[in-house]
Each structure stands twice: as structure tokens, then as C-alpha cells.
């Protein structure tokens, strides 16, 4: 097989899980395509890639260079997916469909709600378009500098969705969140498309308060579910589309044992390690 078939685009990409999950949906060979902006165009130009994804900063970058894009794409204004034949240039969405996965896994129901949407670039124009579709009743967008500014979020502490769209909260930064969600009297669910770590800050005090919750981990599978599809030009069942979530979930998630000297914690972990198959690490 060539090299550079397929992959994603993207400025910073060492923490992706993508090349794990197309592992799971495509035998081909899935790279990691790190470029600075001033080398977009020249990288588009190889004749050997077939397809690749695109993810931040460079959603809206590629869209110049597309020779056609999709009405759901033109829509939300940005691209993830760009796929090469004879020369022209392909752009899509599947970040689209990737968010209406995630919701459903959470259980969230969207329609008739009002929802707040943190942050403005790329991934938020692509959750607005998707609550949109969903019958959203209201859709706040709050940013640093759009109308409704993070500093004025607690004034519309009626709503009843809040996601998250921006990387506040990321491995390897700090463990904080943009709101306090005690302040919202009527607030009923949380998404964050955040999904490294499992379990953020938003995530977590979601889960102290009850509500639902969900990471952006779903979303992550979702659209690639469908970008392979695109690539391949083949239908994935749904069914595959869960079993390849199971697997990610399952191994995102760790195991801590706390307990004295002695306890049998380093027995317990070796076993459960065999059993889970993941590495153990001790802290002393």
C-alpha cells in the first residue's frame, strides 16, 4: 500500500484516538498529518492521498481548496472531510452526524429545549446546525467575544442544555471548567465534546448533580464512522458504529486502587490488567 493515503489534518495531534478507531471501521494504514497553515496547500497537492479527515484549526482552511463541498458542510460552514479523486477535491461534514450520535448516547433530549453552546468556531457552528435539526426551542451562543460573553453566562441560568465546544478541560491542561452548573435552576444535561480526559470538570460536577452527561468520545466515533464510509464508499452498519464505541469507551477508562501496605492492591491490579488489558502503573 502507498503511503499518505489516508489520515487526518490537523495542528497538534499527538493525544488522537483516530488512527485507533479507523483501525477498528478499515484495514488501511491511518496517518497523522501535523502541518503549520502556510503548508496546507502544497499538502493537498500529494497524489498519493485518497481521503483524510481535518480537524482544528484547519476546518475552515481547506474549504478554499475544495472543488465542491456538501450542503451540510456549506451549512455549518466548515469541513472535517476531504476526499481526493482525479484531481478534484471533495470537502464534507461528518462532525454533524458525530454530534447527533453523542446526544443519543447521552439520552439527552434536545427537542423543545434551550440550549447553551460554549464557544464559537468550527465545532460549535457544527452543534448549533445539529440542535437546529433537532427542534432546539432556543440556542445561546456564549464566547469571549460574541454577544453573549462567558462573564454573562449565569444570566441565562434558565437553560436546560449546556455543551461544550471548546478544549477547556483537555489533556493535558488543567482540570477546570468555564461554569458552575449550581447556578442553572432548570439545567437537566451536560455534553462536552471534549472526550481526553473520559470525565472532565463539566463532566464530573454533572455527574455529583445527577444529571445526564456525556463526552465527546461518541462524537469522535460517530464521525468516523461515516468519514470511512466516504473514504471506502461502503455502508458501516450501526451495530459495527456501537461495538467500535464499546471498545474505545472501555479502553479510555482506567482503574485505581487505593489502600494500605500490604492490601493486595499490586495482586488485585496485575490480574485485573490481564483481565482488561491495560498496563499498570504504581504510585507510591
Known amino acids: 500500500m502507498k503511503v499518505n493515503e489516508y489520515g487526518l489534518l490537523g495542528a497538534h495531534l499527538s493525544y488522537s484516538f483516530s488512527p485507533e478507531i479507523h483501525g477498528y471501521f478499515a484495514d488501511y494504514k491511518y496517518e497523522l498529518f501535523e502541518k503549520e497553515e502556510g503548508e496546507i496547500e502544497e499538502f493537498l497537492k500529494d497524489k498519493n492521498l485518497k481521503a483524510i479527515n481535518v480537524t482544528i484549526p484547519y476546518k475552515k482552511t481547506v474549504m478554499k481548496y475544495c472543488n465542491e463541498i456538501s450542503d451540510i458542510a456549506k451549512r455549518i460552514d466548515a469541513v472535517n472531510v476531504v476526499k481526493f479523486s482525479k484531481g478534484q477535491l471533495y470537502g464534507d461534514n461528518t462532525d454533524y452526524y458525530g454530534v447527533k450520535y453523542m446526544l443519543s448516547k447521552g439520552k439527552i433530549t434536545i427537542k423543545n429545549k434551550r440550549v447553551a453552546i460554549l464557544g464559537d468556531g468550527a465545532t460549535s457552528q457544527t452543534v448549533r446546525v445539529a440542535l ?14 460574541g454577544n453573549i460573553k462567558f462573564s454573562d453566562l449565569e444570566k441565562y441560568n434558565f437553560v436546560e442544555v449546556i455543551i461544550n465546544c471548546t478544549p477547556v478541560g483537555m489533556y493535558p491542561g488543567e482540570a477546570k471548567s468555564l461554569v458552575n452548573l449550581n447556578n442553572f435552576i432548570n439545567i437537566e444535561a451536560v455534553a462536552d465534546v471534549v472526550y481526553n480526559p473520559a470525565r472532565t470538570a463539566l463532566i464530573l460536577q454533572g455527574e455529583k448533580l445527577g444529571i445526564k452527561t456525556i463526552n465527546g468520545l461518541p462524537m469522535l466515533v ?15 452498519e450501526n451495530s459495527k458504529l456501537d461495538k467500535v464505541y464499546e471498545k474505545i469507551y472501555r479502553s479510555t477508562h482506567n482503574i485505581i486502587l487505593i489502600g494500605m501496605p500490604g492490601s493486595g ?11 482488561v488489558r491495560k498496563r499498570i502503573y504504581r504510585h507510591r
Open 222 to 236: 460517530g464521525q468516523a464512522k461515516q468519514a470511512v464510509e466516504i473514504f471506502l464508499n461502503k455502508k458501516i
Open 265 to 275: 492492591k499490586s495482586s488485585i491490579g496485575e490480574k485485573s490488567c490481564t483481565k
Open 132 to 145: 437546529e435539526d433537532l427542534g432546539a426551542k432556543e440556542i445561546l451562543i456564549i464566547s469571549r467575544k
